[in-house]
């Protein structure tokens, strides 16, 4: 509609003479700010300071019970002691609500300590290294925020130890050294502040600046994992046609300990033991790591269902949709490292092998579905137990099988001219953050819109249901072969073992020879055909015994002696390939090209 006092056809509107009422204040918005300190970094203690504005004669801070990316109840309050109001009183809600009354004018302060001593990429840490959090971790949110007055504002000023400096991926405040600024906590809660003396490395994609800081000590090649991120970065933003950010941070934590990755809207976070990156296929994983979490910048921090963004931190948010997020992840995260050139198609292949391998000798794939690990995630993927092996499947990687084979049979139902990479581009087109996220099953949808057909059966059989996968249709698609690298078959007891505190029996194979013998999980192992037996030669003793034969193995459970007879079972010898086929058709050899971007001749 245009603007009226323009359409009124040459005739001019009379002025009114009345005087215009002055327009009413509008009430400000919620402010918080936030003060973070470490004055002794050694006793593992953030103090933090909370000032309020506009959050009227009473409000509540709340910490969140998890953290987006983590699906697991961590209880971020429970670190909290000496907390303080000024300007109000206090009382607790629960375990993790502080509800302040009598505030004048609006305002009020409130402080804490904050204990931080679990190093992760999910939770707050600090010592006389570094000092790492999530907003998540240690910034409580304004409950009831959405009935205040719009917009909020929430600042925070870190305070670094002497010498140390901050590495974040939120926006400065300029004027103002150390102060970030967002209008949305979803943002605050989801970003990471790394403090410390991090080393740091720059480049730039797309025009936009990416930083890569490195906490920790090992022996990593800095330069080339910042050239390879470059690539992994420029491949991954060429297939979504640009970056939907203007800075991005990656933070690596490299520590003997450290582990996994976690992604947020502008950053991640990823863990790798200080010493693992030495051979050629230890490198290959972190780069996958550093691939995985990148490609989340689409995959679940925009592209994700309704319920995982705007966030309820108060308890476990269920959603069918992980496998989405997480198995396509797992499933692109290795395809990027190799478009990007930055590893040989054969080590994808190899890495698809790996899990095809392993997942599809795992009990728990005939008793759960993907749709059902994604949904019990909270208390099945993060709190497994020794059972999980015969009960359960991880969504990472069944859903990243399932992408395989999703992929290829788009591409037969299309003609190689459609893929997955089409579907991800309409995902993030259509329900890309900030826009609201899919429904349940809504990602069905759009997978058949650029199919052009149904794909109900293949749901019904591999992601409601435990149907066995059936490899042909993506084996034809792009002319590859499964192989062994060993003829023949190897003795298979059914256990896995561990080593803490001696010789144990980890987990106990539903279908195999040690659960009809009785053996059970924690069973200490002392002996195998009556000779003492350690941890370090016990799989080479194993791979002695011969298939069909009969062995004992004495064990202690709960300090009772225990014998088991086995009847040594088979197991196909060597690790499963993948390959390309001696002879591909023209049409699987263009496939084939395509799906690992392939250029060269
Ligand atoms: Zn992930």
Redesign the pocket.
Known sequence: MADRASTSAGRKKPVSREKRKPAAKKPAGPALHYHVSMPDPASHTFQVEITLSGVGDSCTLAFPAWTP?SYKIREFGKNVSSFKARGAKFEMYDKQRYHLTRIKDGKAAVSFDYYADELSVRTPHLDDTHGFFLGTNLLPYLEDINAMPAPAEFTVSVKPYKGWKVATSLPAVKGKPNTWRTDNYDVLGDTPFEIGTHEVHSFTARGVKHDVAFYGYGNFDAKRIVADTKKIVETQAKNFGGLPYKYYLFIHHISPDSGG???HLNSCVCGWPSWNFKTEDDYQKFIRLVS??F??VWN?KRIRPKILGPFDYRTEQHTKALWI??GM??YY?RLWVARAGVCKPEEVLKAYAETIDREDNRPGRKVMSLEQSSWLAWTKLYLADENFLNTGVSY?SRGAQVGLLLDAKIRNATDGKRSLDDVMRLAFKRYGWPKPGFPEGGWFELVEEVAGQKFTRFWNDHVSGTKELNYDEFLDCYGLEFKRDKQGSEPWLGFTTGSKGGLKIASVHAEGPARKAGLQPRDEILALNGHKVHAKTFDDRVSELAPGSICTLTVFRREQLKEGRLHVGRQPAGKLTLGPREHQSPTQRRNYRKWLGITKP
């Open positions: 990316g990755g976690l992604e995985h979490e490609f989340h679940v997020m997480e992840t797992q995260e990472y």
